[in-house]
């Protein structure tokens, strides 16, 4: 009874253990699946033509802009048909609309040369506990732009806020016109003011060729003109006067390709093209480096559709756009480059809308069939792409690795690259071992063989209390107290490092040349008693000559005064171009060799120490001095343990977290600058993880850090074990 | 194995040799470990017991025409001495020469409410004479910290006024003072217990929603409790404001300072050295149990240490039986073989996972996933305010217990290993079945290394921050996790830990200067209880060794 008690709990125990493993696992796999995109219901709509289709934020009750000015709105959830009304004042025909995405507004353009701003006033209830979606559409006043009478090809229109760009294309007998107009609203004390036409520009002038296609992004500052012969004309508004920037061909390199489509991806900074022969690319304005002025260039190609596309649309949630054209549907993703869902119909696509809230997409088919589908792509933005390669983020000057995880707006695109993490990782857990590896392998080689072994049961328990210091007091007074000192006395730290090590050799060298009798005054063992206070004055000496040798060594001048500074900080910063910081890799790697050094010492110290007696006797007996039996027989012999202590220390030092989360500036930067800080995964889990909406892409990209992090010191740690498994073979057969 | 005494042969090899340089390398190794623990704890103790300690209030007289950041402060500064610090001057002069370096002191000055700063900051050869004046008072408050002033009279409820120059006015402060601090009490008492209990029932009314009337009934009849006892509380506030301190600053500007808002007071400089002592204990004392006050960075750390006692002990509840049923399992039970190895090099593995991985495991499984399971079917009706579904002080536990757990299963198996075959065989051939064998003998006789387990998992437990942060710890809490209200034991409270402490007042703290002092003194606290429990550990151990030390059989 107790037995079965006994083992079932044991294996209870010993699965939960491991289950920790396949649970973050479970936790991060979504990350990595495509959409999934299901068809929910089709309601068959009359047979008039469409300018627009659009749909709320919910996408329970889409609608359809009719030429003769009414509004066609379909009820998800009863499939019912209905026509609102939209009051203009007087009858319109309406030729051309667009949407501004932002306001989430229409504007329309009509046949007579005017055009009107329509809200589409959504409204939503909780009824019957379920949500009911009501329309109420108002219209603005209808002002003419551009030629009088001549029938709006297409329109635009971006709004600042205070100010409003209207664009509009219109046909001039063989030639096309581009207007823009431009409103400015006054801000008074009582909220928003009237508004005030500006002037209306004619832009055709600027433009080389005919036009085809206007967008106006959200912030209205600016025009981009697509022409018939595909090419691409971004003009820039600045103080109430347009400038041509840049004219591009987005598919310059395919003979005879023309733009079928083109819209702003969400964020209004990039803009998504396809030719008709399908192919599909992504611009995004950026300063090139080193430039002034921002320009569109390419950052993204996607696959061909493989047919002609009919529309491209994109969402309100994310970097996500739809390509639709024949019977081919595809959903892809501009930051990432993937594609998210891809799907052949049974009919002709001919538009289609996305819900703000990035969950349900309806489709217009070619027999006016009105498709909804379900879409659950939660994690839209990740893949092992934007984890680990080089990204073309927007506004970026090229590709890179990069995290940045929120972002002040909506339109933020966040940046889940775990390469500069991991990059971090590595950089504190190197600085950390430089300066902990020397000492902890000396230590431990001094105190199993040549100290005096009354003393090991004080440096043993003090090395133990050493590794039982808390890491977040470590880390505290890495920041507040070591940090300042380590920042204004660099060239100190300089000296003690190179000085010590010179200090301690030197001092055995001229030691063993002393005559026998002063000699004898310290037992062979007891050096070290010796060395505390050397160390202490030499230490002292040293750190007093650090600002010495800063006057002589770190002087930088300034050009313009002439003046000579000797301080180190600037001079790293003058001299190599690189960043100081004051919470600098030297102070994490100091700070951390507190955590590293008693875990190596105490590992290495017990593979040292367990080297058969008789290998040591031997070799003294052959005439080698005790250093060279350390060197030649006892280390080489224990080495394995030494590896295995090694890689102990290295999954302490990668996983430490409260250190590097107070002494390093958690930058996540990807330089071996030494004195600059870094962020590593764990500081990154630590800082993130609290703040991160549950089951959200940061909260399983933060999952996936800590796997990462678990696979690390997994590896290094039953290398470990594999290493001191064969170290105790080896004894054995001795 | 190297017996110096041995003579000069002996000498000649070890000495004469080659390779000493190398060897005294090595000693500068041990030496720097050494040094650098040592060193360590100096830093800590020497910053975080001052803390304590009731410093001299200095008047610094400065020389003429040097600016003075205290407003008004004319040429005087007067506070305490917390350091002189070394300011390098890396401008060179034209010959390529450094200018000499300057002492800077700085100078606590209190009076934030006033100055609008704490700290103050002169060169040393700024100063032209240091005195320390006699009368100074040094005033705890309730807000805005520490007021340094000379006092000019008490005004008392009834209008009366007692001036400093009165023999009685002493006797009259220390008696306002303390009334004050019971009244205190009591306004807490009321507005924390009374008042919460309150406000818990009405809330348990509102979530259950009846609307019959016994519930109206109740809750008018609660209503009405709520109203006299804010009532008493608010008269109480009131009696606090009525009497006051009247006193001018340093600089000469007039204060006057509710009695409610009075904590303490001293004369600094007219302390003897035994009454120094006697307040650096209280003060000490004041700190293990006061709460804190102004975010954290005034008054004691109670809270922070009951919670860290309160996490560390559900996880010795949780760990032992965990850990000690594995190794018995992985000792006595288990096939050796492949598996097992596998077993073993898993659980190694598992010590060395990093602490925050746990934390991730934690708030993943521990949190959302069993703690939200559990409000759905237990507390549906408070969701989504949730309930087990966010950070609390028994998720932390087990969190803290799986982190441990291979401490206690090797400790433990390490003392099983030790146990003699002999004793085991003898239990055995006596007729004992293997589990009364282990029960009677094995287990009692492995104590001591489960009991060392126990403690290097309870040492590791109390000084991790970093999973914490993700399970439940708060920088501050507004009620314990134990307590008078049933059921005493309130397993789904978020706490406050030490160490959590430090990492919050050191770096999340608006004032982090003003903070410093509280964090030294916290992150002694904190080491003296991590090292007390590594000592005891290694002590443990020792004795284990040498019980088992003679006894092969």
Known sequence: ?734 | MSDARNGNLEFQRTYAAKGEPFVWLTAMGLAVGLIMVVALLGIIISNGLPVFWPSRVLEFQLKSDISNSVPQGGDKIVGELVQKRMKRIPVLNAQGIKKADQTELQVFVGNKDTYGLNFAFANQDDIASVTEPKDIYRIERLEYGIAFGYPKSVKLANGQSVPSTNATFSTVLAQLCAESTARRHEIENIEKHEIGQINKQLNELRISQKSDSQSAEKLSALDAQYKTLASKASELRATQSASSLQYITPTGVDRSLAIGELVSYTQPNRLSTWERIVLFARNFLNFLWENPREANTEGGIFPAIFGTFAMTLLMSVAVVPFGVIAAIYLREYAKQGFFLQCVRIAVNNLAGVPSIVFGVFGLGFFVYFVGGSIDQLFFGKYLPTPTFGTGGVFWAALTLALMTVPVVIVSTEEAMAAVPRGIREGSLSCGASKWQTIQRIVLPASLPGILTGLILAMARGAGEVAPLMLVGVVKLAPSLPLDGDFPFAHLERKFMHLGFHIYDLGFQSPDSEAAKPMVFATALLLILLVITLNLAAILTREKLRKKYAGSAF
């Open chain 1, 1 to 734: 009874m107790m037995t079965l008690f006994i083992k079932s709990g044991g294996v209870l125990v010993i699965t939960a253990v491991l289950g920790i493993f396949f649970f973050i696992l479970f936790q991060i796999w979504p990350l990595f699946m495509p959409a999934q995109v299901s068809e929910l219901k089709t309601v068959s709509l009359p047979n008039h033509s469409f300018s627009l289709l659009g749909v709320d934020e919910w996408g329970a009750r889409p609608f359809l802009v009719e030429p003769d000015g009414r509004m066609l709105t379909v009820d998800y959830e009863t499939g019912a048909v209905s026509e609102v009304p939209i009051d203009f004042g007087e009858p319109l025909q309406i030729v051309s609309a667009a949407l501004n995405k932002r306001e989430q507004m229409i504007i329309v353009g009509t046949a007579d040369g005017r055009f009107a701003i329509v809200a589409p006033g959504y409204e939503s209830e909780e009824s019957d506990g379920r949500q009911v979606v009501t329309i109420h559409p108002s219209a603005e006043k209808v002002t003419p732009i551009g030629l009088p009478g001549v029938p709006i090809l297409d329109i635009a229109y971006g709004d600042s806020g205070s100010s409003k760009l209207v664009v509009a294309l219109q046909a001039n007998g063989n030639n096309r016109q581009v207007s823009a107009a431009i409103f400015e609203r006054k801000r008074s004390l009582m909220g928003q003011g009237k508004e005030e036409a500006v002037g209306v520009f004619d832009l055709t002038s600027l433009i080389p060729g005919r036009a085809s296609k206007v967008l106006v992004p959200g912030t209205g500052d600016s025009v981009i003109v697509v022409t018939e012969d595909g090419k691409v004309s971004y003009l820039l508004l600045e103080d109430e006067e347009f400038k041509l920037i840049q004219t591009f061909a987005p598919f310059e390199d395919i003979p005879g390709a023309h733009i079928q489509a083109a819209t702003f991806i969400f964020g209004d900074v990039s803009i998504c093209f396809a030719s008709d022969s399908g192919a599909n690319r992504v611009f995004s304005l950026y300063y090139p480096k080193g430039g002034a002025e921002r320009f569109f260039g390419k950052t993204h190609d996607f696959p061909s559709l493989g047919t002609m596309p009919s529309f491209l649309i994109s969402t309100l949630r994310n970097k996500a756009f739809l390509l639709g054209g024949g019977s081919e549907l595809s959903l892809r993703y501009s930051t990432t480059e993937s594609i998210r869902w891809e799907g052949k119909m049974p009919y002709n696509v001919v538009n289609a809308a996305i819900s703000g809230k990035y969950h349900r997409l309806v489709v217009l088919d070619s027999t006016n069939k009105l498709h909804f589908f379900k879409i659950d792509d939660p994690h839209a933005d990740s893949s092992l792409k934007a984890l680990f390669s080089k990204i073309w983020y927007e506004g970026a000057p090229e590709p890179k690795w990069e995290w940045q995880s929120t972002g002040g707006s909506d339109d933020f695109e966040p940046k889940f690259s775990l390469v500069p993490l991991i990059f971090g990782t590595f950089k504190g857990t190197f600085y950390a071992m430089l300066f902990a590896l020397p000492i902890a392998l000396l230590a431990a080689l001094y105190t199993s063989q040549f100290l005096d072994p009354r003393f090991r049961s004080i440096v043993k328990p003090t090395m133990e209390i050493m590794a039982s210091l808390p890491s977040v007091v470590l880390g505290f007074l890495g920041a507040i107290y070591i940090a300042p000192i380590i920042e204004k006395e660099i060239p100190s730290f300089i000296l003690l490092a190179v000085g010590l090590p010179l200090v301690a050799a030197i001092t055995g060298f001229f030691w063993s040349r002393l005559p026998i009798r002063y000699r004898k005054l310290i037992h062979p063992g007891w050096e070290w008693i010796v060395f505390v206070p050397l160390l202490l004055v030499s230490s002292w000496i040293f750190f007093q000559l650090g600002s010495v040798l800063e006057a002589i060594a770190f002087v930088v001048t300034d050009p313009a005064t002439g003046q000579k500074t000797a301080d180190f900080g600037a001079w790293w910063t003058a001299t190599t171009g690189n960043s100081f910081d004051q919470r600098n890799s030297v102070v994490v790697g100091f700070m951390m060799g507190f955590a590293i050094i008693p875990i190596i010492f105490t590992i290495a110290d017990d593979a040292l120490s367990n080297i058969p007696a008789q290998l040591i006797t031997a070799s003294m007996a052959c005439g080698a001095s005790r250093w060279q039996t350390a060197v030649r027989v006892v280390l080489p012999t224990a080495s394995p343990g030494i590896f295995s202590a090694i890689m102990i220390g290295l999954g302490r030092a990668v996983g430490e977290t409260m250190i590097v989360v107070m002494a390093t500036g958690n930058t996540p930067i990807t330089e071996w600058n030494i004195f600059s800080g870094m962020r590593t995964l764990s500081a990154n889990i630590a800082v993130e993880l609290p703040e991160a909406p549950h089951h959200s892409t940061l909260y399983r990209t933060l999952f996936l850090g800590a796997l990462v992090l678990f696979v690390f010191t997994f590896v290094f740690n039953t290398f470990a074990e594999i290493l001191r498994h064969r170290l105790r073979e080896r004894f054995k057969t001795i």
